[in-house]
């Protein structure tokens, strides 16, 4: 029978040569019986209620030595019932505390031991179905010595945190980051997880920021570090002060608003924090990026949709101790233990880990805005290598403060937007479902958190950080993906991050779209836009024809009642947002449209559009008839140029019956009747709101959070204390 289903037995026990007791057979069991391992007795005898350490002043010391049997001490908290643990309470507030004064020890082999007893203790009762988190304190520690004990393990902790004196330093830190994940990730709404509040009393942030800088970028230390520093960020950010969230804004320093000054920038505050967490967001990315770069060719289409499988996927029966990702060797990469498509777990860890990763960036651009920019051009480590010294046809005329007019030396792509604009050109591809919406809904956010910020815009349109970035596109058999030919030739960076917007709004054209996506898509194109009509940019080359077209295809698909009756607000907001972008082009496109020519496509596309534009304008003045957004008023100009030409091109027809109308011909009758054409100069058309995460995004980030805690929980594996010399 199986080990905890056999009958309780009294052990007998001699002392060994150290004065320890030395396990014999139980009493009732024949000769042959196996001696039992001395772990397995003596918790054996701790879950049937029994207190064998009071007989012996150095048991817990002799006790820490011993290597821990993870699957049996799993098994034992696993069988034992909610209410046979808190019967036996005792002897778990005795194990619980004696594990905290072990990891004061001198001995690396104690400590370990004591991290991966707690670790195995606290993630078992964790899994318990009890009435309230409150039962889980008492299981543990008891309330009346809950402060205390926690307190003592995370100062504990946090000691071991900061040391570099121990021969197995990456271990012993390795193994408390896993039981502090463990802790973080204990319920699935972070916010009723009380035990965090220890975390502020125990400030943790100087010790997980100095992780990211001290180690290798790939190392699965300081990546465990940024995720649990995520997790702490966003507990309890909206009902009370937030220790960390605070930290983090407080990495923000002082730099020049006015200028780019390149490759040299004032030094912000703790700049090697910040360049810290921006280099291990970028290597995880990367890792992701480059697994899957060797195995997708131009044609190679399984792959690929694979890849966007797995990021929407849910975990399905996860098993904790199978997953290789938290306890790894130092020497695995990410690639090694989330990646590998040959582990059982392939399907199952990858998106909690994607999640995290899009969230930890989206907390440094987010709450270290003035300071990020730093993160992106201050180390030349952290760009990528490949760029091209050639000059690019698609880099034209800009007038930015500060940006090189002349070309220059190339720089290339900082990295970390390298990474992330292929990851994110995958994730806003293939958008099928509730969770993937989530990690593209991220992405776009992250998108208008960086377009927002005036130095990033000039990165962006700077000429000595045009690179070749090999974003993701649908083929044309709209079969598969390939990469993109439009960033074939080193460009602005900005054409990039057009070309991903593009692909999002092109590829999702359906019945059922999702409205905010789509908005939140109009709005980075918006803050685009602003910033070329603010400094006259124009991008030579580039092929504006296409966002046209697919505005106006997006026009096409809301343009109905289903659509409008079903999501009236939403729809309407969305409307807004197509007029507005449109009137940018129109009232102020001779800033940033390169050729005067521009105008003659944007109204060729507008007129050949004509019934679906007229349509649009119907249902915008049925369903606002209250006119609480303006939307008719917003719509005049593109009416006034659908009307006034279309009269135009209506008068020439009759007046040349037999001619067949060519494209050429059109776009000749629109040049001659630009001065007849009368429009109405519309105000704020580039004022925008700037981004508050709080109240518009609080929902979302709750969801988010509590996403990210259950899914990576399921990748929690107890440390392998056999790697530790």
Same mark, same amino acid.
């Given at each position: 029978?199986?080990?905890?289903?056999?009958?309780?037995?009294?052990?007998?026990?001699?002392?060994?040569?150290?004065?320890?007791?030395?396990?014999?057979?139980?009493?009732?069991?024949?000769?042959?019986?196996?001696?039992?391992?001395?772990?397995?007795?003596?918790? *054996?005898?701790?879950?049937?209620?029994?207190?064998?350490?009071?007989?012996?002043?150095?048991?817990?010391?002799?006790?820490?030595?011993?290597?821990?049997?993870?699957?049996?001490?799993?098994?034992?908290?696993?069988?034992?019932?909610?209410?046979?643990?808190?019967?036996?309470?005792?002897?778990?507030?005795?194990?619980?505390?004696?594990?905290?004064?072990?990891?004061?020890?001198?001995?690396?082999?104690?400590?370990?031991?004591?991290?991966?007893?707690?670790?195995?203790?606290?993630?078992?009762?964790?899994?318990?179905?009890?009435?309230?988190?409150?039962?889980?304190?008492?299981?543990?520690?008891?309330?009346?010595?809950?402060? *205390? %004990?926690?307190?003592?393990?995370?100062?504990?902790?946090?000691?071991?945190?900061?040391?570099?004196?121990?021969?197995?330093?990456?271990?012993?830190?390795?193994?408390?980051?896993?039981?502090?994940?463990?802790?973080?990730?204990?319920?699935?709404?972070?916010?009723?997880?009380?035990?965090?509040?220890?975390?502020?009393?125990?400030?943790?942030?100087?010790?997980?920021?100095?992780?990211?800088?001290?180690?290798?970028?790939? +190392?699965?230390?300081?990546?465990?570090?940024?995720?649990?520093?995520?997790?702490?960020? +966003?507990?309890?950010?909206?009902?009370?002060?937030?220790?960390?969230?605070?930290?983090?804004?407080?990495?923000?320093?002082?730099?020049?608003?006015?200028?780019?000054?390149?490759?040299?920038?004032?030094?912000?505050?703790?700049?090697?924090?910040?360049?810290?967490?921006?280099?291990?967001?970028?290597?995880?990315?990367?890792?992701?990026?480059?697994?899957?770069?060797?195995?997708?060719?131009?044609?190679?289409?399984?792959?690929?949709?694979?890849?966007?499988?797995?990021?929407?996927?849910?975990?399905?029966?996860?098993?904790?101790?199978?997953?290789?990702?938290?306890?790894?060797?130092?020497?695995?990469?990410?690639?090694?233990?989330?990646?590998?498509? +040959?582990?059982?777990?392939?399907?199952?860890?990858?998106?909690?880990?994607?999640?995290?990763?899009?969230?930890?960036?989206?907390?440094?651009?987010?709450?270290?805005?003035?300071?990020?920019?730093?993160?992106?051009?201050?180390?030349?480590?952290?760009?990528?290598?490949?760029?091209?010294?050639?000059?690019?046809?698609?880099?034209?005329?800009?007038?930015?403060?500060?940006?090189?007019?002349?070309?220059?030396?190339?720089?290339?792509?900082?990295? %970390?937007?390298?990474?992330?604009?292929?990851?994110?050109?995958?994730?806003?591809?293939?958008?099928?479902?509730?969770?993937?919406?989530?990690?593209?809904?991220?992405?776009?956010?992250?998108?208008?958190?960086?377009?927002?910020?005036?130095?990033?815009?000039?990165?962006?349109?700077?000429?000595?950080?045009?690179?070749?970035?090999?974003?993701?596109?649908?083929?044309?058999?709209?079969?598969?993906?390939?990469?993109?030919?439009?960033?074939?030739?080193?460009?602005?960076?900005?054409?990039?991050?057009?070309?991903?917007?593009?692909?999002?709004?092109?590829?999702?054209?359906?019945?059922?779209?999702?409205?905010?996506?789509?908005?939140?898509?109009?709005?980075?194109?918006?803050?685009?836009?602003?910033?070329?009509?603010?400094?006259?940019?124009?991008?030579?080359?580039?092929?504006?024809?296409?966002?046209?077209?697919?505005?106006?295809?997006?026009?096409?698909?809301?343009? &109905?009642?289903?659509?409008?009756?079903?999501?009236?607000?939403?729809?309407? *907001?969305?409307?807004? @947002?197509?007029? &507005?972008?449109?009137?940018?082009?129109?009232?102020?496109?001779?800033?940033?449209?390169?050729?005067?020519?521009?105008?003659?496509?944007?109204?060729?596309?507008?007129?050949?559009?004509?019934?679906?534009? *007229?349509?649009?304008?119907?249902?915008?003045?049925?369903?606002?008839?209250?006119?609480?957004?303006?939307?008719?008023? @917003?719509?005049? &100009?593109?009416?006034?140029?659908?009307? @006034?030409?279309?009269?135009?091109?209506?008068?020439?027809?009759?007046?040349?019956?037999?001619?067949?109308?060519?494209?050429?011909?059109?776009?000749?009758?629109?040049? +001659?009747?630009?001065?007849?054409?009368?429009?109405?100069?519309?105000?704020?058309?580039?004022?925008?709101?700037?981004?508050?995460?709080?109240?518009?995004?609080?929902?979302?980030?709750?969801?988010?959070?509590?996403?990210?805690?259950?899914?990576?929980?399921?990748?929690?594996?107890?440390?392998?204390?056999?790697?530790?010399?």
């Amino acid at each position: 029978k199986d080990e905890m289903e056999s009958p309780r037995r009294v052990i007998q026990t001699t002392p060994d040569m150290y004065g320890s007791p030395r396990i014999q057979a139980p009493v009732g069991i024949g000769k042959h019986s196996k001696i039992k391992e001395k772990f397995v007795a003596i918790y *054996e005898s701790f879950f049937a209620g029994e207190d064998v350490s009071s007989s012996n002043p150095t048991f817990w010391d002799e006790l820490f030595l011993l290597k821990v049997n993870v699957p049996f001490l799993e098994r034992c908290i696993m069988m034992t019932s909610e209410e046979q643990l808190k019967s036996i309470r005792g002897v778990i507030h005795n194990i619980f505390s004696h594990c905290c004064i072990a990891l004061g020890d001198q001995n690396d082999l104690r400590v370990i031991h004591s991290l991966e007893t707690l670790s195995i203790l606290l993630q078992g009762v964790f899994k318990k179905k009890f009435n309230s988190f409150g039962d889980v304190i008492t299981v543990l520690t008891g309330v009346d010595k809950a402060d *205390e %004990l926690f307190i003592q393990l995370l100062k504990s902790i946090k000691t071991i945190l900061d040391s570099s004196n121990t021969d197995n330093v990456h271990h012993v830190k390795l193994a408390s980051v896993n039981l502090l994940l463990i802790i973080a990730t204990a319920t699935d709404n972070v916010n009723q997880n009380s035990i965090l509040e220890y975390f502020s009393t125990v400030d943790f942030f100087n010790s997980l920021t100095h992780i990211t800088t001290a180690l290798p970028t790939c +190392n699965q230390l300081s990546f465990h570090s940024i995720i649990l520093l995520v997790i702490l960020i +966003n507990y309890r950010k909206y009902e009370s002060q937030n220790v960390y969230m605070k930290r983090m804004i407080e990495l923000n320093g002082t730099l020049n608003t006015k200028e780019i000054k390149l490759p040299h920038e004032q030094v912000p505050v703790n700049a090697e924090a910040l360049n810290g967490l921006a280099s291990v967001i970028a290597a995880t990315c990367k890792e992701c990026v480059s697994f899957h770069s060797k195995n997708i060719g131009a044609k190679q289409t399984g792959l690929i949709s694979s890849l966007f499988w797995v990021f929407s996927r849910s975990p399905a029966n996860p098993s904790p101790t199978a997953s290789p990702v938290i306890g790894a060797s130092e020497t695995e990469t990410l690639s090694n233990s989330v990646l590998n498509p +040959n582990h059982p777990n392939y399907l199952e860890i990858t998106p909690a880990t994607e999640c995290l990763v899009l969230f930890a960036l989206y907390e440094l651009v987010y709450l270290t805005k003035h300071s990020f920019i730093y993160c992106l051009i201050s180390d030349q480590s952290h760009v990528n290598s490949e760029v091209s010294t050639t000059s690019s046809s698609s880099t034209g005329n800009n007038s930015v403060e500060g940006v090189d007019k002349t070309g220059g030396d190339h720089i290339g792509c900082p990295d %970390l937007l390298y990474q992330f604009f292929i990851l994110s050109s995958t994730l806003l591809l293939e958008v099928k479902d509730p969770r993937s919406v989530v990690f593209a809904k991220l992405c776009l956010i992250i998108f208008l958190n960086l377009l927002e910020d005036d130095k990033v815009c000039k990165l962006l349109h700077h000429q000595k950080y045009k690179s070749y970035v090999p974003i993701y596109q649908r083929s044309k058999s709209n079969e598969g993906f390939k990469v993109s030919e439009r960033t074939k030739d080193n460009g602005l960076l900005v054409t990039v991050v057009l070309d991903i917007l593009l692909g999002y709004i092109k590829h999702h054209l359906k019945k059922n779209l999702d409205v905010n996506l789509y908005i939140l898509t109009l709005e980075c194109i918006k803050r685009i836009l602003c910033f070329q009509k603010k400094y006259k940019v124009k991008l030579v080359n580039y092929k504006w024809r296409e966002h046209w077209t697919a505005l106006l295809s997006l026009i096409r698909i809301i343009s &109905n009642d289903n659509i409008f009756s079903s999501k009236t607000q939403e729809t309407l *907001e969305l409307s807004y @947002h197509i007029s &507005n972008v449109f009137n940018l082009f129109i009232t102020y496109g001779d800033r940033f449209l390169p050729e005067t020519t521009d105008y003659d496509d944007l109204y060729y596309e507008m007129i050949r559009d004509a019934k679906s534009l *007229e349509l649009f304008y119907y249902y915008v003045d049925r369903y606002d008839s209250n006119g609480s957004m303006s939307l008719v008023r @917003h719509l005049d &100009n593109i009416a006034t140029i659908v009307k @006034h030409f279309t009269a135009k091109i209506e008068h020439y027809n009759s007046t040349h019956p037999d001619e067949i109308k060519e494209p050429k011909q059109i776009i000749e009758i629109i040049k +001659n009747n630009y001065g007849s054409l009368k429009l109405t100069l519309q105000d704020d058309l580039d004022k925008y709101k700037e981004y508050q995460e709080n109240p518009a995004q609080i929902s979302f980030f709750r969801q988010l959070i509590r996403t990210a805690v259950c899914d990576y929980r399921c990748t929690i594996r107890i440390f392998n204390s056999q790697k530790v010399a």
